[in-house]
């Protein structure tokens, strides 16, 4: 017969088998459990565990075999609690009872002895007690209790694990502390642990498992909202999937809600996005499925202006729509009347929002559901009327607020007309002339200009009569038609009615004459008497008139900034808008008589609107821009802010446009004819003195008009073309060290551009760029940051000629940074990772993958033939070799290492191999010798592979032998207790 021991092997060897059989096992092991002392139990059941804590791997076996140890020492407590009648009998026994007692001793045991385990060595058994402890507390339900001491044992004890050097341990011990937390202490040691990993661990799945397990408190929300950022896909999904699940839309500020919404709804990841879904639909239930007071939630009407969110809300009402069917959502839409529009007194932003919304989703989704478009769409006649009533409605206001409000109401108004049928004429007409209307009306503010303007484009057939449609709406404005009374004066009426007066007296004694002369027959004096009473009345009639008020029309001239910056605002927009390759007269006409006196008006908001205007008119005309280039020049460096940001703008698209060449012989006559030079002009507080820069001095200018010409003096003329060049890119360059972030950004997001274009090409100026980005000055400037780190792995792997300026670049940013001060901010950059940065930047392997994918085969053979890394390496060992003994000594050597050498270049690697050797000799740091030796021997097994019949001497290298060679080098080389018992 076999023995207890044997009995309880057997039941944990067919434990692992599955778990259909674990409660009849269960049972066996409880009458094992009453028959044995719990002594002899303790041991072989503590025996026989131990084999399952040594596994690491997730053995399904083991994990089937813990579950049921888990569940048969739990058993023990919820029969304790079963076997109690009433809670006062529960507290008179937690009162008179000892701790022990009222614990199961085979759990008080078991704990016990896991507490004891989870310092040991192996990584498994730490592992398996945190897993087992874990399991024990989830299976003790939600009212068990253990004792005081106990509980602060496995609070310590895991707390200590959160500190473990395996992930594993970590995520198991944050696990296990979930049940120990106390969310009503703001000290809690657990919370304060959750805190540090969530942000501080470097394992994803460790910060997965806090977000799962922290609890949702006013502290700790902020850190799952920051968690949404996080870099591994899993975190960022998880961290929604708990706000959703966890956290309420009323409890996050207006901004979070926003953000996240812009985060995860625009997140590269496809599960991400499908969690931000989750969330946006868990705040839509909030709500009761009310779209509108949703949008309230997000505070639509003040969001919508920020930046990134108007491209959000679109996401927003796309996401919500997507898996609803069409049918459902007009069914659901009940905000319009019989006409198909909204009441004028129901209007909002958020019904106007989801209106235009929801029919740009249906139009969306082709013919097939025009059906029920037709069902909340008015026809084109309805909706004219429409807008003209809301613009009726629309009273001028003071209020700010109130003023947005309308303005954003109108906007969305304008952009639904995208979705309306024009087919039928007299709509098209009657809506054509809403626009232009529209546009006449000082109701309408600048910033409604552009959907005005979008949506008359798209009515009217000529991109010239619309020029013409402009230039007569922008008369109107400068020049309305006023009516003046002219009333007279009290004086002068009382004087005409004397005269009136005697004039009537006089009337009525020639009409008695002209009787008495009728009744007598005297016909002549009648006649006479007639006509002066034809005189007389006249005369009385003009003294009637002139007593009256006169009413005048006449046009005057309008200049308040408004009514300027609104009409150079229709200019713009419409240049912007429409395709144009020429001014025409009636845009020259424009040009003459507002744009260029915007530019020298005083008031700054109309400078700004006019220099834009003047630059979408330079696009179109190349001799407009030659004429104007110094003007924005000049603009650039003495207006305000916003206007040199603009301007800014409008030199760099003319630059890129017709590239720098076009204006040297503009800028040189200019000099020749005794106007200086924006570089040259030192008395001048326009624009600064420009001396050479180390920046622009080897630029080279894209050569794209080449034209005969008679024969001149070249050197000359080539000296002057490069002073010229060269000065203009001083200019611009300068300002990238200007106090600004805007005219920083701008500056860099030009010059990029122009580098990107082959407009220039400068290794100096991409170093700037470089450390311009490393630059923890910039790390504010999120749009310069995210600029600059598009624009250098575009321009790097798009061609061998651009991958040539980043490897002469290469030693140019390291030097800069080797010799930046102490107190400069470059010297807290990581040089380490600068150079890692340029090392991806020159592999060759990169510009292979981006040529095959552009199916570029024919620069592959180039390519391979001419690595850059055999001249980095080459320019990189004789830095060393010059100053082995410089504190700099230890990036450069890690450099080396790092690059891909030419494996089948036998030259190459003779000359490095010479090089290393002669390293060995100056370079005596431990760290770095160890590099060097990696690199060394990366050349020797090269070298040993190229030419296997060939037996390398190490040690018979001539240290003397020419050190200084290049291939292709640049020019310049906690708890809280409660009484004995713990609530968990």
Same mark, same amino acid.
């Given at each position: 017969?076999?023995?207890?021991?044997?009995?309880?092997?057997?039941?944990?060897?067919?434990?692992?088998?599955?778990?259909?059989?674990?409660?009849?096992?269960?049972?066996?092991?409880?009458?094992?459990?009453?028959?044995?002392?719990?002594?002899?139990?303790?041991?072989?059941?503590?025996?026989?565990?131990?084999?399952?804590?040594?596994?690491?791997?997730?053995?399904?076996?083991?994990?089937?075999?813990?579950?049921?140890?888990?569940?048969?020492?739990?058993?023990?407590?919820?029969?304790?609690?079963?076997?109690?009648?009433?809670?006062?009998?529960?507290?008179?026994?937690?009162?008179?009872?000892?701790?022990?007692?009222?614990?199961?001793?085979?759990?008080?045991?078991?704990?016990?002895?896991?507490?004891?385990?989870?310092?040991?060595?192996?990584?498994?058994?730490?592992?398996?007690?945190?897993?087992?402890?874990?399991?024990?507390?989830?299976?003790?339900?939600?009212?068990?209790?253990?004792?005081?001491?106990?509980?602060?044992?496995?609070?310590?004890?895991?707390?200590?694990?959160?500190?473990?050097?395996?992930?594993?341990?970590?995520?198991?011990?944050?696990?296990?502390?979930?049940?120990?937390?106390?969310?009503?202490?703001?000290?809690?040691?657990?919370?304060?642990?959750?805190?540090?990993?969530?942000?501080?661990?470097?394992?994803?799945?460790?910060?997965?498992?806090?977000?799962?397990?922290?609890?949702?408190?006013?502290?700790?929300?902020?850190?799952?909202?920051?968690?949404?950022?996080?870099?591994?896909?899993?975190?960022?999904?998880?961290?929604?999937?708990?706000?959703?699940?966890?956290?309420?839309?009323?409890?996050?500020?207006?901004?979070?809600?926003?953000?996240?919404?812009?985060?995860?709804?625009?997140?590269?990841?496809?599960?991400?996005?499908?969690?931000?879904?989750?969330?946006?639909?868990?705040?839509?239930?909030?709500?009761?499925?009310?779209?509108?007071?949703?949008?309230?939630?997000?505070?639509?009407?003040?969001?919508?202006?920020?930046?990134?969110?108007?491209?959000?809300?679109?996401?927003?009402?796309?996401?919500?729509?997507?898996?609803?069917?069409?049918?459902?959502?007009?069914?659901?839409?009940?905000?319009?009347?019989?006409?198909?529009?909204?009441?004028?007194?129901?209007?909002?932003?958020?019904?106007?929002?989801?209106?235009?919304?929801?029919?740009?989703?249906?139009?969306?989704?082709?013919?097939?559901?025009?059906?029920?478009?037709?069902?909340?769409?008015?026809?084109?006649?309805?909706?004219?009327?429409?807008?003209?009533?809301?613009?009726?409605?629309?009273?001028?206001?003071?209020?700010?607020?109130?003023?947005? #409000?309308?303005?954003? *109401?109108?906007?969305? +108004?304008?952009?639904?007309?995208? &979705?309306? =049928?024009? %087919?039928? !004429? $007299?709509?098209?007409?009657?809506?054509?002339?809403?626009?232009?209307?529209?546009?006449?009306?000082?109701?309408?503010?600048?910033?409604?200009?552009?959907?005005?303007?979008?949506?008359?484009?798209?009515?009217?057939?000529?991109?010239?009569?619309?020029?013409? #449609?402009?230039?007569? *709406?922008?008369?109107? +404005?400068?020049?309305?038609?006023? &009516?003046? =009374?002219? %009333?007279? !004066? $009290?004086?002068?009426?009382?004087?005409?009615?004397?005269?009136?007066?005697?004039?009537?007296?006089?009337?009525?004694?020639?009409?008695?004459?002209?009787?008495?002369?009728?009744?007598?027959?005297?016909?002549?004096?009648?006649?006479?008497?007639?006509?002066?009473?034809?005189?007389?009345?006249?005369?009385? +009639?003009?003294?009637?008139?002139?007593?009256?008020?006169?009413?005048?029309?006449?046009?005057?001239?309008?200049?308040?900034?408004?009514?300027?910056?609104?009409?150079?605002?229709?200019?713009?927009?419409?240049?912007?808008?429409?395709?144009?390759?020429?001014?025409?007269?009636?845009?020259?006409?424009?040009?003459?008589?507002?744009?260029?006196?915007?530019?020298?008006?005083?008031?700054?908001?109309?400078?700004?609107?006019?220099?834009?205007?003047?630059?979408?008119?330079?696009?179109?005309?190349?001799?407009?821009?030659?004429?104007?280039?110094?003007?924005?020049?000049?603009?650039?460096?003495?207006?305000?802010?916003?206007?040199?940001?603009?301007?800014?703008?409008?030199?760099?698209?003319?630059?890129?446009?017709?590239?720098?060449?076009?204006?040297?012989?503009?800028?040189?006559?200019?000099?020749?004819?005794?106007?200086?030079?924006?570089?040259?002009?030192?008395?001048?507080?326009?624009?600064?003195?420009?001396?050479?820069?180390?920046?622009?001095?080897?630029?080279?200018?894209?050569?794209?008009?080449?034209?005969?010409?008679?024969?001149?003096?070249?050197?000359?003329?080539?000296?002057?073309?490069?002073?010229?060049?060269?000065?203009?890119?001083?200019?611009?360059?300068?300002?990238?060290?200007?106090?600004?972030?805007?005219?920083?950004?701008?500056?860099?997001?030009?010059?990029?551009?122009?580098?990107?274009?082959?407009?220039?090409?400068?290794?100096?100026?991409?170093?700037?760029?470089?450390?311009?980005?490393?630059?923890?000055?910039?790390?504010?400037?999120?749009?310069?940051?995210?600029?600059?780190?598009?624009?250098?792995?575009?321009?790097?792997?798009?061609?061998?000629?651009?991958?040539?300026?980043?490897?002469?670049?290469?030693?140019?940013?390291?030097?800069?940074?080797?010799?930046?001060?102490?107190?400069?901010?470059?010297?807290?950059?990581?040089?380490?990772?600068?150079?890692?940065?340029?090392?991806?930047?020159?592999?060759?392997?990169?510009?292979?993958?981006?040529?095959?994918?552009?199916?570029?085969?024919?620069?592959?053979?180039?390519?391979?033939?001419?690595?850059?890394?055999?001249?980095?390496?080459?320019?990189?060992?004789?830095?060393?070799?010059?100053?082995?003994?410089?504190?700099?000594?230890?990036?450069?050597?890690?450099?080396?290492?790092?690059?891909?050498?030419?494996?089948?270049?036998?030259?190459?690697?003779?000359?490095?191999?010479?090089?290393?050797?002669?390293?060995?000799?100056?370079?005596?740091?431990?760290?770095?010798?160890?590099?060097?030796?990696?690199?060394?021997?990366?050349?020797?097994?090269?070298?040993?592979?190229?030419?296997?019949?060939?037996?390398?001497?190490?040690?018979?290298?001539?240290?003397?032998?020419?050190?200084?060679?290049?291939?292709?080098?640049?020019?310049?080389?906690?708890?809280?207790?409660?009484?004995?018992?713990?609530?968990?």
């Amino acid at each position: 017969m076999a023995t207890p021991q044997e009995k309880m092997q057997t039941i944990f060897e067919e434990v692992q088998m599955g778990k259909k059989n674990h409660a009849k096992l269960m049972k066996h092991l409880k009458k094992l459990y009453d028959q044995m002392t719990f002594d002899d139990f303790w041991d072989q059941f503590c025996h026989l565990l131990q084999y399952n804590m040594l596994v690491y791997n997730r053995c399904p076996a083991v994990e089937r075999t813990l579950d049921f140890l888990s569940k048969f020492v739990t058993s023990f407590v919820k029969q304790t609690e079963n076997s109690q009648k009433t809670e006062q009998e529960e507290e008179n026994l937690a009162e008179d009872s000892d701790d022990e007692e009222d614990m199961p001793p085979l759990l008080h045991k078991l704990l016990s002895y896991l507490l004891q385990c989870h310092k040991a060595n192996n990584k498994a058994i730490r592992f398996r007690v945190c897993q087992i402890i874990n399991k024990l507390l989830k299976d003790m339900g939600d009212d068990a209790q253990i004792d005081t001491d106990i509980y602060e044992k496995i609070k310590e004890c895991m707390l200590d694990r959160l500190r473990d050097i395996t992930p594993v341990v970590r995520i198991q011990a944050v696990i296990a502390l979930g049940r120990l937390q106390e969310p009503n202490d703001e000290k809690c040691p657990v919370l304060e642990g959750y805190h540090f990993h969530i942000g501080c661990d470097p394992n994803s799945n460790v910060r997965q498992a806090v977000i799962q397990t922290m609890a949702i408190t006013a502290k700790t929300v902020p850190d799952i909202i920051e968690r949404t950022k996080d870099v591994t896909d899993l975190v960022r999904k998880q961290a929604y999937l708990t706000l959703a699940e966890k956290v309420s839309i009323k409890s996050l500020k207006i901004k979070q809600r926003v953000w996240l919404l812009q985060s995860g709804l625009k997140d590269q990841s496809d599960s991400v996005k499908a969690a931000a879904a989750k969330l946006l639909q868990a705040w839509l239930r909030t709500y009761g499925g009310n779209v509108l007071e949703l949008l309230s939630a997000l505070d639509a009407e003040n969001s919508m202006d920020e930046e990134g969110f108007l491209e959000t809300r679109e996401l927003v009402m796309k996401t919500l729509f997507k898996k609803v069917p069409a049918e459902e959502l007009v069914d659901k839409f009940e905000l319009l009347n019989e006409n198909l529009v909204i009441d004028l007194d129901k209007i909002t932003c958020e019904s106007v929002f989801y209106w235009r919304s929801l029919c740009q989703y249906l139009k969306s989704l082709g013919p097939e559901e025009e059906e029920y478009l037709d069902k909340i769409l008015p026809t084109t006649s309805v909706y004219s009327d429409f807008i003209q009533k809301w613009m009726a409605s629309i009273e001028v206001e003071e209020d700010i607020k109130k003023c947005c #409000i309308q303005e954003l *109401i109108t906007t969305q +108004l304008l952009e639904l007309a995208s &979705v309306l =049928d024009f %087919s039928d !004429s $007299a709509g098209r007409k009657s809506f054509q002339k809403l626009l232009q209307d529209m546009l006449a009306s000082d109701k309408v503010g600048h910033r409604l200009i552009k959907p005005i303007v979008v949506g008359l484009i798209s009515l009217v057939a000529s991109n010239e009569n619309v020029l013409k #449609i402009a230039a007569e *709406i922008i008369s109107e +404005l400068q020049h309305p038609l006023t &009516v003046v =009374d002219e %009333s007279v !004066s $009290a004086e002068e009426r009382r004087k005409n009615d004397i005269k009136i007066a005697s004039i009537r007296v006089e009337l009525n004694q020639l009409r008695e004459e002209l009787e008495d002369c009728v009744k007598q027959q005297e016909f002549a004096r009648a006649a006479e008497i007639k006509a002066k009473v034809s005189e007389l009345d006249a005369a009385k +009639l003009e003294l009637l008139e002139s007593n009256q008020p006169k009413v005048n029309e006449i046009r005057e001239e309008r200049t308040d900034s408004d009514t300027i910056v609104k009409c150079l605002t229709i200019i713009s927009e419409i240049l912007t808008e429409i395709m144009h390759n020429h001014i025409s007269p009636t845009l020259k006409s424009l040009m003459d008589s507002l744009i260029i006196p915007g530019v020298a008006n005083e008031d700054p908001e109309i400078r700004n609107v006019a220099i834009r205007s003047l630059g979408l008119c330079c696009l179109l005309s190349k001799e407009e821009a030659k004429k104007h280039l110094l003007l924005f020049l000049q603009v650039s460096h003495m207006d305000h802010e916003p206007v040199r940001v603009m301007t800014l703008k409008v030199i760099f698209d003319l630059l890129h446009i017709y590239g720098i060449e076009t204006f040297l012989n503009e800028l040189s006559n200019e000099d020749e004819g005794g106007s200086k030079t924006p570089a040259e002009n030192q008395d001048n507080d326009d624009i600064p003195a420009v001396e050479s820069r180390d920046d622009v001095d080897e630029t080279e200018i894209a050569d794209t008009d080449k034209i005969d010409a008679p024969e001149v003096d070249v050197e000359n003329m080539a000296e002057k073309t490069s002073r010229v060049a060269n000065n203009i890119l001083s200019i611009l360059t300068g300002l990238l060290d200007n106090e600004s972030s805007g005219i920083r950004t701008v500056c860099a997001e030009g010059l990029a551009k122009l580098q990107l274009a082959g407009r220039v090409t400068s290794a100096r100026l991409f170093s700037r760029l470089i450390l311009m980005w490393y630059n923890p000055l910039t790390e504010d400037d999120r749009r310069l940051r995210h600029c600059l780190g598009t624009f250098f792995p575009l321009y790097a792997f798009a061609g061998r000629e651009n991958q040539q300026i980043v490897e002469e670049s290469f030693m140019q940013t390291l030097k800069t940074l080797f010799k930046a001060p102490v107190n400069s901010p470059l010297a807290r950059v990581n040089i380490g990772s600068v150079a890692d940065f340029l090392v991806q930047l020159t592999n060759y392997r990169h510009l292979l993958e981006n040529a095959q994918q552009n199916i570029l085969t024919a620069q592959q053979n180039t390519v391979e033939e001419n690595n850059l890394h055999d001249s980095i390496a080459v320019n990189v060992c004789n830095e060393i070799i010059s100053d082995p003994n410089s504190f700099n000594v230890k990036v450069l050597c890690e450099i080396l290492p790092a690059l891909k050498i030419s494996i089948d270049n036998g030259c190459i690697l003779k000359d490095l191999k010479v090089l290393s050797e002669k390293m060995f000799q100056g370079v005596k740091e431990k760290t770095c010798v160890k590099h060097l030796e990696k690199f060394r021997l990366l050349i020797i097994n090269n070298l040993r592979r190229l030419n296997p019949e060939v037996e390398i001497q190490v040690e018979n290298i001539d240290p003397g032998a020419n050190l200084s060679i290049t291939t292709n080098p640049p020019e310049s080389a906690g708890g809280k207790k409660g009484g004995k018992k713990n609530k968990i």
